[in-house]
């Protein structure tokens, strides 16, 4: 299993921490993601997504990590008070400076 990188452990630990707090130290400024066929730029729009997205999660459960192409890939199980939970999701991760630069979640 390849080690979560610093950005992301602070990502996974920003989602179940419910005020958010170090959420805004793993994105670079110009980040961008990919979720739900909707794409966030930029810190405001992400920490926004971010909240809103994470409210009906209740548990976020690594299952793997791994780099393919330039990527770190999380596959974890979340569940909550969402429709279809728990689902498996993968999160692909683009680093850019130590820093998250583009997350895909499929």
Not at 78 to 92: I, N
């Amino acid at each position: 299993m390849v080690a979560l990188p610093t950005a992301l452990a602070t990502y996974f630990a920003a989602s179940a921490d419910s005020t958010r707090q170090p959420f805004d130290t793993c994105f670079a400024a110009d980040a961008i993601v990919h979720d739900e066929a909707k794409i966030h730029r930029g810190l405001a729009e992400i920490k926004a997504w971010h909240i809103a997205s994470n409210a009906p999660v209740q548990a976020t459960r690594m299952l793997s990590i791994r780099e393919d192409g330039g990527k770190t890939i999380v596959t974890a199980e979340v569940s909550g008070s969402f429709k279809g939970s728990p689902v498996t999701l993968d999160f692909s991760f683009r680093l850019k400076s130590g820093l998250i630069a583009e997350l895909e979640i499929h």
